[in-house]
């Protein structure tokens, strides 16, 4: 079984991220978001980023502070 890597999951939290951004889009302009703003949309999908974006922070820090 594949271990799951830090760099997929922070991958992963980008691809649903814009997913929700896409999809909450669409539902509003057909109507069925109607008490939904694209500002709340883009809260939604920046704190799901956000949950993940340490991991890309940490990923940097290794990069630049991993002696080889």
């Known amino acids: 079984m594949n271990e799951l890597k830090a760099k997929n999951v922070s991958l992963i939290s980008k691809i649903v991220a814009a997913l929700v951004l896409l999809v909450g889009a669409v539902l509003k302009w057909l109507g069925i978001f109607q008490d939904c703003s694209i500002g709340?949309?883009?809260?939604?999908?920046?704190?799901?980023?956000?949950?993940?974006?340490?991991?890309?922070?940490?990923?940097?820090?290794?990069?630049?502070?991993?002696k080889e």
């Open 40 to 66: 709340d949309l883009c809260k939604v999908g920046f704190c799901i980023m956000a949950y993940f974006g340490t991991i890309d922070a940490n990923i940097a820090i290794d990069k630049f502070t991993k």
